[in-house]
Structures are given as C-alpha cells and as structure tokens.
C-alpha cells in the first residue's frame, strides 16, 4: 500500500517548502533521503523555481535592506552606472540618453558629474575659439604691415581674404554668445598677440614689435565700434543722472 506524506520546513531564502515523500517508509527510514525525493516542484514557493527565486529575492533585498532605498533608486543607480559607461565608450549615444533622461524629467538617473563637466567644456571651447580667431587676425595684420615687394603682393589677397573669415566667425560667435565680449580687452589682445609673434617672425624672418601695435578696431572694426557707441551712450546717461 503506497501512502503519500507531506512535511512542511523553512528555506534558507525564508519562505515555506512543502516536500513531498513517496510513502511514508521511506520517511521513516532516511529522512535526508526522503526530502531529496522532491515529487515535482515544490509547493508554496511563487513560481516553483529556487534558483530564479533567490535571484529575484536578493535583487529585491539589495534595493531595500542592504541599500537602505527604494528599488526605484536602485534601478536609477543602474541606468546611471550604464550612462558613465556610455559616456566613456559611446559620446554620442550617451548624450542621446541624457536629453531624453532631461526631457523626461528623470534628473536623478543623470550622470550628472560628466553633464556637468561637458557644459563647463563648451564654455572653454568657445572662449578658446575666440583667442584663436583674434591671434589669426593678428598674425596677418603682421603679415601685411612687416612684409613688402613680392612676397605681399603675392599673399595679400589671401591674408586680407582670412581676416575677412575671422572676422565673420568671430561676429557670429559674439552673436551667439553675448558675454564673450567681456574677453575684448587689452589684456586678451596682448596675450593672442604674443602668440601670434613666433610663428610670423621664424617663417618671415621679421622682428615684430614687443607690444602689440593693433587695437580691437583693427581685429574687429564693426563691433568694437558698436562697443564704443555703447559705451559713450551709457557715460551720458550716468552723467544726466
């Protein structure tokens, strides 16, 4: 006569197992052996798996105890590790990520550190660009006031031709970025001219004055003098107050 047996025990993953014994001799005989004879899967553990079970069970306790966080958190912290990794291996995907991740709302899922890092950079990058605009225009207004005979009238199309593209390049820039025009001073005229003095006098064989002999009006003539209307209009309505 085959008689079926149940015993009920508690998993290391702390939930009930129910184990099923095929008769109850064989209980009796060897209770180690009569739990290994598992009829089918276990009763009472959602989705009658342990191995998936404890996967999901220590993902969730990760996110709630050992963390001390919402799994929501968690799942953040995830994306966020994702997008640094993104940020080293793939730019252009990464930055597709974060604008969708700000449009959406989702701030806390931002890797913030390299956001933050990028929109410094492209402050820096438009400065420089100004610098390195200015010393290309003062490099062939050297050019044209230190060189003579041939040499200028062979080249002087083509210098006077890429101050003009300076010059508009630089125009825009102000344009989109207002505030650079706090970089149009004597101090920034003198440094992008030191730059420009060593490569003119090694391939020209020049020797350029020390200090710079150019104004802002020489390197941008329309907005240095829209800065000095400006200027003049703001000293008169100081002065009436």
């Known amino acids: 006569m085959m008689i079926i047996a149940y015993e009920r025990y508690t998993s290391k993953y702390g939930f009930d197992v129910f184990t099923l014994w095929s008769s109850v001799d064989q209980a009796n005989a060897n209770p180690a052996e009569g739990l290994s004879a598992l009829q089918g899967s276990p009763v009472g553990c959602p989705g009658g798996d342990l191995n998936a079970r404890q996967a999901e069970n220590g993902r969730r306790k990760k996110a709630r105890g050992e963390d001390g966080g919402e799994e929501e958190g968690y799942e953040g912290d995830e994306m966020s590790s994702t997008s640094k990794t993104l940020y080293e291996t793939d730019f252009a995907e990464w930055s597709d990520r974060t604008a969708a991740l700000i449009r959406a709302g989702k701030f806390k899922q931002i890797d913030a550190e390299n956001v933050a890092e990028e929109i410094e950079s492209l402050g820096k990058s438009e400065r420089h660009q100004l610098r390195s605009r200015v010393t290309q225009i ?37 344009r989109e970025s207002p505030s650079l025009k706090r970089l149009l001073t004597p101090e920034t005229l003198q440094d992008c001219y030191s730059d420009a003095v060593e490569p003119v006098a090694t391939e020209y064989d020049v020797k350029p004055p020390a200090r710079c002999p150019f104004g802002w009006s020489d390197v941008l003539p329309a907005v240095e003098e829209k800065r000095r209307k400006t200027a003049a209009k703001n000293k008169v309505t100081k002065a009436a107050k």
């Open 138 to 174: 003062l490099e062939h207004q050297l050019k044209l006031s230190l060189t003579s005979g041939p040499l200028r009238e062979n080249n002087e199309r083509g210098w006077r031709g890429s101050v003009g593209r300076q010059r508009g390049e630089m125009r825009k820039l102000l």
